[in-house]
Each structure stands twice: as C-alpha cells, then as structure tokens.
C-alpha cells in the first residue's frame, strides 16, 4: 500500500504562484511514475503533469510553460511548481502514483486563485 501526502494549497492571487508537495510513504524510486491531476467544481479530473521513474515529464497543454513537476528522491517527494496562477487554476489538487496495475491518490489539496 502507498500513501500519499499533499500539502502547499492555499489561496494565492492571479499571477501568483503557488508549490505542492506530495510526500509518498515508500521509496520513489519503486514506482513506475508520480504525478499530479486536478478537479475544479463541477468538471472532471484532469492531468497535471506527471513525472516517470526515469525523470521524464509530461504536461498537459495549457500547463506547458507555468508548472514544473519535480522530485526530491531522499525525501521521497515530488513537486508541482505553479506560476502565473489563473483564474482557472482553482481545483482541488490530487497526487497520483502508479505501481504495476496498481493506482494510488493521496487526498487532495485545495488550490484556490481569487483577487
């Protein structure tokens, strides 16, 4: 079984930024890729970003160029770094990994972009 612990949501204004941490119960290292989805009000959960065992990463579109996923292996942790915060970026946060056929989430964090 792996947990995952978020934490760094919070209300931040437009053009702000904002860093998620999620910090996994076992060694990164053992899992087959970590990454982070979201889910505003209302609207299905999305990808994020994600981050593979071998350090790739991938993003989706409209985060190309804001978000940096990144990953701390001694602290078997990894982050989501967000800038130039929109409107639009309001969701709950949810850390994912990924283990063979297995899926895990951790419970969310909100991210709330409010002037």
């Given amino acids: 079984q792996v ?6 949501g919070g209300l931040v204004q437009p053009g702000g930024s904002l860093r998620l941490s999620c910090a996994a119960s ?4 053992s899992l087959d890729f970590m990454g982070w989805y979201r889910q505003a ?3 299905e959960r999305e990808l ?6 071998s350090g790739g990463t991938n993003y989706a579109d409209s985060m190309k160029g804001r978000f940096t996923i990144s990953r701390d292996n ?4 990894v982050y989501l770094q967000m800038s130039s915060l929109k409107l639009e970026d309001t969701a709950v946060y949810y850390c994912h990994a ?5 899926r895990y989430w951790g419970q969310g964090t909100q991210v709330t972009v409010s002037s």
């Fill in 3 to 8: 947990q995952l612990v978020e934490s760094g």
């Fill in 26 to 29: 076992v060694s990164i290292f």
């Fill in 41 to 43: 009000q209302g609207k």
């Fill in 48 to 53: 994020v970003a994600v981050i593979t065992k």
């Fill in 74 to 77: 001694a602290k078997n942790t």
């Fill in 98 to 102: 990924a283990l063979s056929i297995y």
